[in-house]
């Protein structure tokens, strides 16, 4: 299974896990899961659908409709309703349950965010915990990437490693209240008690804590590093 794949089959799963849908609601489903960035054509979508009936964790209801996809010109949409099969329950539950390296991945740490609601407690805190040290890893590539810059590129260039620098900086100290508040409830199955970050280096994913809810990013930049001259500043903030 491909990363990018991998990643669609999941959302899908989990977003029938709570309810069936034809194949236009779940696209617009998936398209605020996954991000505006990330929207999908019925030409990405229903290959998925066609693939994920043929495994047997789908079941198509109305199959002897005419499976007509919806384009620009036909206007026609698929009157199929999907929903889970006991295998694709049980497919979805072993995604949920996955909290090795691959969960801590841009895409897939996003989608399994967005189930984190239906996680197990100790799930979450391995994902949460596997994410913050990826991340830890990327701030030092990137630090030293930035003092490299500053030698070697105009300032515009520079600003634009130190944003995402900045978002990545912002993620780490979410990812550390998120686990502080795990570990402040180690019963029951509680949401997250701080904001989500709304642009996380390289994601797009909307975390929150069921399927349908979105999160969005806080916290300041952080002001470590030393000063330079940014393009846009004002003489008074120099």
Request: net charge neutral; aromatic share 8%; charged share 30%.
């Amino acid at each position: 299974m491909g990363r990018r794949s991998g990643v669609l089959e999941f959302a899908v799963l989990g977003l029938l896990h709570d309810a069936p849908m034809h194949g236009y609601e779940l696209r617009k489903r998936l398209n605020i899961l996954l991000g505006a960035l990330r929207a999908l054509s019925y030409g990405t979508l229903y290959p998925c659908l066609k693939s994920l009936v043929a495994q047997g964790f789908l079941v198509e209801d109305n199959p002897d409709v005419e499976y007509v996809p919806a384009t620009a010109l036909n206007g026609k949409r698929s009157k199929i309703v999907y929903r889970l099969s006991p295998e694709g329950k049980q497919r979805f539950e072993e995604l949920l349950a996955d909290s090795g390296p691959e969960a801590w991945e841009d895409e897939r740490f996003g989608v399994h965010f967005a189930f984190f609601g239906q996680t197990d407690r100790a799930v979450r805190m391995r994902v949460l915990e596997g994410r913050r040290s990826r991340l830890e890893e990327r701030l030092e590539r990137m630090r030293n990437s930035l003092a490299r810059a500053r030698e070697r590129f105009d300032d515009y260039t520079v600003e634009l490693q130190r944003h995402g620098l900045e978002s990545v900086e912002r993620e780490v100290r979410w990812l550390n209240e998120l686990i502080e508040t795990e570990r402040a409830n180690r019963t029951g199955r509680t949401g997250p008690a701080t904001g989500a970050p709304t642009g996380t280096a390289g994601t797009t994913a909307v975390p929150h804590t069921t399927s349908d809810g979105r999160g969005q990013e806080t916290g300041s930049p952080d002001p470590s590093g030393p000063p330079y001259d940014r393009p846009g500043r004002s003489a008074q903030e120099r």
